[in-house]
């Protein structure tokens, strides 16, 4: 009993008496502001060290979550792909179109998987077999990557361009409809 005439004897405003969903907006705001006024002299700055999980690409986090099968290998000049399956026992469907997303990408472990991987996929020996099929989910990644602003600059252009070349050269003429349909303005290498 004295346990229930405690309750009875507290604030009806008090924090510890009302559940959180009942709460007044006004009672909220006091608890936010700062206690000292020294806080106030204090603004939150930026934590350089904080990692930024939420504003990761669709590649960063496809390759963070182990959904492409490679690894980075640092070389004292050079760096190479390591693959953990044998290129050509990967399915081309997923894979091909998750690293021509990643050519939009600025940053380096990214950048350098996607372009890289992107090269060494198109050159297996039965590369053209497995593309066609995957040819209309993979040309809207390229042209997108075509037109982000990263793409102004020559060299990063001409990238892509090469990738387009390639994927005709290693396909043939049955391709060339496909990729011709979605970038209206490929010029064609094998004429």
Not at 1 to 11: H, K, L, V
Request: charged fraction near 20%; proline fraction near 8%; hydrophobic fraction near 30%.
């Amino acid at each position: 009993m004295a346990t229930g005439g405690a309750n009875r004897t507290r604030n009806p405003g008090s924090p510890s008496s009302t559940p959180n969903s009942k709460r007044s907006p006004q009672l909220s705001l006091k608890e936010s502001s700062p206690c000292r006024p020294s806080e106030r002299l204090n603004p939150k700055t930026i934590d350089p060290f904080k990692n930024n999980v939420g504003k990761q690409s669709t590649f960063a986090a496809v390759y963070s979550n182990g959904g492409v099968p490679c690894r980075l290998q640092h070389g004292s000049v050079k760096h190479k792909i390591q693959w953990d399956v044998p290129i050509e026992n990967l399915s081309f469907d997923p894979l091909l179109v998750t690293l021509a997303e990643g050519l939009r990408e600025t940053k380096h472990p990214y950048h350098f998987l996607a372009c890289q991987g992107f090269r060494e996929m198109l050159e297996v020996s039965d590369a053209a077999g497995k593309t066609i099929p995957v040819l209309p989910k993979l040309v809207l990644p390229l042209r997108l990557a075509l037109i982000s602003r990263k793409m102004m600059e020559k060299n990063n252009k001409e990238k892509i361009t090469h990738a387009l070349q390639e994927i005709e050269s290693n396909c043939g003429q049955a391709c060339l409809a496909i990729i011709k349909s979605k970038v209206p303005t490929y010029q064609s290498v094998l004429k």
